[in-house]
């Protein structure tokens, strides 16, 4: 069964991606933070260098595209195939507000007619073009926007179209992050999909792990994103059922620190919004590690890069 690191806005770019991959591996495949193209520039220069195949080389990546206009989709599908690409992921889950008002992501879902329609053109434009032996569209999709009585028929939809792989995040758009992933909705989905399936939402341990396994064995793969941020060495916990403590595990922490200061330096080239990411970074991580409040405190409000890194120094002594 596969792992797939989920898609993070502005978090799981190529820096963190490669960091993570050098300094603990375990991931089959990558999913890109998603690319939002314009009518005439399916790729904005930041998203093509995050996808860039020189800046992936080691790595699975799947690119993910958020948009409800055709002709961006299948332009940007026809751009990611010209770099070698096989697969594009369609975003149907971000729940974000300034998404879903503009009718993207899990705003795609309040309105399955026309979800419906939009998938009818972008494969059959596809297959026009040529262009279905050339990349295969996998979906990444919520269970409905409102009411979990949507998702019956959401999945019939999916199911009349050759999607390659369907991540199913079992919330409601609605529910953003909050409450308890609905399982009677994915197991629907596992008795009744035609694609492969891959489970999505709230693997924060070993024990969350083994239960989707026990209960789903079939699927195809399991999708991990906030947890494995906030605790990068959730995959060896599951792998072999031993936590991992902050104090035994400094050295390979600064180790994955210092890739991702150095791709992220590569990255922004000495801009200072590289402390902005270095600081978001460091949010999630203290969430698992708890290191002492003064240094978490000293550390955040570093105003430079030489109060940042002596901070780092503090905190890994």
Not at 142 to 164: A, D, H, M, Q
Not at 203 to 210: L, N, V
Request: net charge negative.
């Amino acid at each position: 069964m596969k792992l797939i690191m989920a898609p993070m806005e502005g978090i799981t770019t190529y820096p963190l991606r490669n960091a993570f991959n050098q300094c603990f591996g375990g991931f089959d495949e990558y999913m890109s933070p998603f690319i939002s193209p314009a009518d005439k520039k399916p790729l904005k220069i930041k998203e093509a260098k995050d996808i860039e195949p020189e800046n992936n080389k080691d790595i699975v990546l799947i690119p993910q595209v958020l948009t409800h206009k055709v002709k961006q989709f299948v332009k940007t599908a026809e751009a990611l195939s010209e770099k070698g690409y096989s697969e594009v992921n369609l975003n149907l889950g971000c729940p974000s507000g300034t998404v879903t008002a503009k009718g993207r992501g899990s705003g795609m879902l309040k309105d399955p007619d026309e979800l419906e329609r939009f998938l009818d053109q972008v494969f059959e434009t596809l297959a026009e073009k040529g262009e279905e032996d050339k990349i295969q569209i996998s979906l990444k999709t919520r269970i409905g926007f409102w009411s979990k009585e949507e998702w019956e028929w959401l999945l019939t939809i999916y199911n009349r179209f050759p999607v390659k792989e369907l991540t199913v995040h079992p919330r409601l758009a609605v529910d953003m992050y909050k409450g308890m992933p609905d399982l009677d909705a994915f197991r629907h989905a596992y008795e009744h999909a035609k694609m492969p399936l891959v489970y999505n939402g709230d693997i924060r341990s070993k024990e969350d792990y083994d239960r989707i396994v026990s209960e789903f064995p079939e699927i195809s793969g399991i999708m991990i994103g906030r947890a494995v941020v906030s605790n990068p060495f959730l995959l060896e916990e599951i792998r072999t059922g031993n936590k991992v403590s902050f104090e035994d595990s400094k050295d390979k922490l600064k180790e994955y620190h210092d890739a991702v200061y150095s791709l992220y330096h590569e990255s922004f080239q000495g801009n200072k919004n590289l402390l902005l990411r270095m600081k978001e970074f460091w949010v999630y991580l203290f969430a698992s590690i708890q290191p002492d409040k003064r240094l978490q405190k000293e550390l955040l409000k570093a105003k430079d890069f030489n109060e940042y890194e002596m901070a780092v120094r503090v905190l890994f002594s």
